[in-house]
């Protein structure tokens, strides 16, 4: 099984800064794309930001200029950076995975969420 360990959540001033990390583990071939989402309360999951294995990088226009996403290959490890966070970035962030697993099974996981939560 594939298992996905997010860290780096919690309480940080408007305008603060944070950076979480989400490190994959188990029988991985490759991993293709790697991403955060996030979720508020009575709100849907939304896409944040992902990075292909070829270091391509999508983000959502409101985390655009404030939020970076790496990763790291050797150690299965994907990292989000955000700056300036404004009170509307409150949400549970979760981390997702893609790729193959043993056996070239096609895989996706999900971390199990950390909460980010901007407040004076």
Excluded: H
């Excluded at 360990?5 to 490759?30: D, F, K, M, Y």
């Amino acid at each position: 099984q594939v298992q996905l360990v997010e860290s780096g959540g919690g309480l940080v001033q408007p305008g603060g800064s944070l950076r979480l990390s989400c490190a994959a583990s188990g029988s991985i071939l490759s991993i293709n794309t790697m991403g955060w989402y996030r979720q508020a309360p009575g709100k849907q999951r939304e896409l944040v930001a992902d990075i292909t294995s070829g270091g391509s990088t999508n983000s959502a226009d409101s985390v655009k200029g404030r939020f970076t996403i790496s990763r790291d290959n050797a150690k299965k490890t994907v990292y989000l950076q955000m700056n300036s966070l404004k009170t509307e970035d409150t949400a549970v962030y979760y981390c997702k995975t893609e790729g193959t697993a043993r056996w070239c099974i096609p895989f996706a996981a999900w971390g199990q969420g950390t909460q980010v939560t901007v407040s004076s």
